[in-house]
């Protein structure tokens, strides 16, 4: 998992950071969300600042999703990309702040 600590101080000599509350509290996030996913790596991909919230986006490497049948490939069409390879080779999960859920965001499909 990546030590977000220790990049968030070298981003700060370049004057951009997210405060050294805000980077443990999204620290021991990632951790939970490791957890929770099973994902193998994580890595904050960043934050983007919207109207009403802003968010903050995760890049992951998912091992072992369950779920996609035949029928499903079938439904998306055959130029879908299965799920670790191309476009869909990470999985994106997005949350409003340090303290909230994070949410999976689906596969892109052409």
Known sequence: MQDLLADMRIFQWAGIGLGEQETYRLQKSLKKLATD????ELKL????????KDY??????????????????IERGPDFEAKGTGVNKF??????????????????TP
């Open 45 to 52: 991909f960043g934050k983007i600042l919207g109207t009403q």
């Open 91 to 108: 999985t994106y999960f997005v949350a409003h702040n340090s303290l909230s859920e994070w949410h999976k965001l689906p596969d892109l």
């Open 56 to 73: 903050y986006i995760v890049e992951a490497t998912v091992d072992g999703e369950g779920g996609d049948d035949d029928a499903e490939e």
């Open 37 to 40: 996913s099973s994902a193998t």
